[in-house]
């Protein structure tokens, strides 16, 4: 099993709304990682969690909490989202998260109104 | 086939002919190399990958060139088809947990 999975695979949420962005990995991979991409740009990084602590966050708005219940599992939590956060989220994940190979997800596409 | 020294958003390459994409990755520290094919609504799609301790990589139609004086990356299609279309990154990373994507390159197979 090589799959990334990730739930839902499309989100429209208020401004006011909470909603929540969930990925699944079996692979055994110790690190898992938020991008966000934006229409025709590169994914940029969001978080990084290795052996399920937090390990890199770069400079992202609290609005987005990540959680890592367990080594299988990635959470990203939404809250008082803005329109220009509306985005494709990518979650990946790799063996160790150091020059190994990063499978991606499919995607969560979402839209904040 | 298609050739460009230097990256380009663009490229439109006809069906059966060689396609080279190229990239220009900025941390002379980084060590390992990935390239990644995203399509329309999916997420990226793993390649081909090289270590900085080689300079040429072989895949299933594909190959990685690697030059690090001048921080170079390519990548070489063969025998393009149509499901070739689709936007390629380069990708580096240099042990840091950090995979940085440089900006794309759409390629478009002509019939």
């Known amino acids: 099993d090589t799959e990334v999975t990730q739930t839902p695979k499309h989100l429209v949420m208020g401004m006011t709304n909470k909603k929540s962005l969930k990925c699944e990995q079996h692979?055994?991979?110790?690190?898992m990682y938020w991008y966000k991409q934006k229409a025709k740009k590169p994914p940029e990084l969001m978080f990084v969690y290795s052996y399920e602590k937090l390990s890199i966050n770069e400079s992202v708005p609290s609005r987005f909490s990540p959680e890592c219940p367990n080594s299988s599992l990635l959470n990203l939590h939404l809250h008082a989202l803005q329109p220009e956060d509306s985005a494709l989220y990518l979650c990946a994940s790799s063996l160790d998260g150091q020059n190994t190979e990063a499978f991606f997800g499919q995607g969560t596409r979402l839209t904040v109104v | 086939g298609e050739s460009v020294g230097l990256h380009l958003p663009t490229l439109s390459v006809q069906e059966g002919d060689n396609s080279i994409i190229n990239c220009a990755y900025s941390n002379s520290a980084s060590d390992y190399f990935i390239w990644y094919k995203q399509e329309s609504g999916k997420g990226p799609q793993f390649i081909i990958d090289?270590?900085?301790?080689?300079d040429k990589r072989q895949g299933q139609r594909v190959t990685v060139l690697l030059n690090k004086t001048v921080k170079h990356l390519s990548l070489q299609i063969a025998a393009t088809q149509p499901g070739d279309s689709a936007v390629y990154f380069c990708?580096?990373?240099?042990?840091?947990?950090?995979?940085?994507f440089g900006a794309g390159t759409t390629v478009t197979v002509r019939a």
């Open positions: 990708a580096e990373n240099n042990n840091d947990y950090k995979l940085s």
């Open positions: 692979m055994g991979h110790r690190a």
């Open positions: 090289i270590r900085s301790n080689m």
